[in-house]
């Protein structure tokens, strides 16, 4: 009697980008001659800084980002400052009002870039941020869509936090965790610091004109749809092209969508236990989750998504790819299939 031949087993491995990414890809200098990006005239961006948001009840957004792993720096009547545990004075905003998203802020390399964003048509005036934690300065446009873009400069670092302990871990062939048991204590995941945000917008090839002509804002994968034989780009995820250094496959990304709205942002958290653990305190405490965890496959983060309290999704993220010029841009199909390699089946109306 013939026997099926048993299913192949499941296994991952770190490998090469350009070996993950496939044949369909390009060099970022070939896009960069391709689509006439004159990196001189270009906004330096260092890194994201934090996010803002309007909240109509700021008391229920603290309570709910305390349970999501930040701390309170600041608070005023309507104001609260919060960050995590890296060196970044606060990664997230909240103002009172209603509901409004106030966009990601971007922190630059000079005053001079400061200034070179107040000239572009939609920019408002250079402000110094007096009352915030780290001071600084920052000025904000609005991009083809209405989004705020944020920009600063000159803000003094925190002090770091607390790193959690890295976890010694035992294989099959290598043991070394020797008379070390695991134990852990319940409560949130501790916030690291902001790692991306994204939009959905109607708009997709202007959008994207707009940030990689602007800002030195670089793509690390592209998905797109086929009709009549032809590709089209409809998704984005984009870094921050910081030369030889390596930086996150993702700070930004954009999602072609019918209407126009800000989908998400994400921040770092240590590991695979302390996303789990973040988890499950969530849950505990009757908040709603979207989607996670799961590990995804652009970008490869471990992911968790919740809606906080106003009905913004936020993210925790864990373990992600980093990248630098020398690393291909990549194409692929979109669609579901796309987005994780495990995990909980994705909602239906995720990408929407």
Not at 111 to 116: M, S
Request: overall charge negative; glycine content about 10%.
């Amino acid at each position: 009697m013939m026997l099926d031949a048993p299913p192949a087993r499941c296994h991952g491995a770190s490998i090469p980008d350009i070996v993950a990414i496939g044949a369909e890809h390009e060099s970022v200098a070939s896009w960069r001659k391709r689509c006439n990006i004159d990196t001189g005239k270009q906004i330096r961006l260092v890194k994201l800084s934090h996010m803002r948001y309007q909240h109509p009840d700021l008391h229920e957004i603290t309570v709910f980002l305390q349970d999501f792993g930040m701390e309170v720096v600041k608070k005023t009547a309507h104001q609260v400052w919060f960050k995590g545990y890296g060196t970044d004075p606060y990664v997230y905003y909240a103002a009172q009002g209603e509901k409004k998203f106030l966009g990601g802020v971007f922190e630059v390399e000079s005053y001079e870039d400061l200034e070179k964003a107040a000239q572009l048509p939609t920019a408002g005036e250079i402000q110094a941020l007096s009352e915030a934690p780290g001071g600084g300065y920052m000025v904000t446009l609005t991009d083809p869509e209405g989004f705020p873009v944020n920009l600063i400069y000159g803000q003094h670092p925190a002090e770091t936090g607390e790193c959690p302990t890295r976890m010694i871990v035992n294989t099959e062939s290598e043991k070394p965790r020797i008379r070390k048991f695991q134990r852990f204590n319940p409560g949130p995941a501790a916030v690291h610091k902001l790692g991306h945000f994204g939009l959905c917008v109607q708009d997709f090839e202007g959008l994207l004109g707009f940030y990689t002509t602007n800002f030195n804002i670089v793509p690390s994968d592209f998905l797109y749809v086929e009709k009549d034989g032809q590709k089209k780009n409809v998704a984005l995820f984009a870094h921050i092209d910081r030369g030889a250094d390596n930086v996150d496959h993702h700070s930004f990304f954009l999602s072609t969508n019918d209407t126009s709205h800000v989908h998400h942002c994400s921040f770092e958290v240590h590991d695979f236990d302390t996303q789990h653990l973040g988890h499950q305190w969530l849950a505990g405490k009757g908040y709603m989750s979207v989607w996670g965890v799961g590990r995804h496959i652009l970008g490869s983060q471990l992911f968790d998504y919740w809606w906080d309290t106003t009905g913004n999704m936020v993210e925790h993220y864990a373990d992600g790819d980093l990248v630098n010029e020398e690393t291909p841009i990549g194409y692929g199909p979109a669609g579901h299939e796309s987005l994780a390699v495990w995990g909980p089946e994705v909602p239906a109306w995720f990408l929407k």
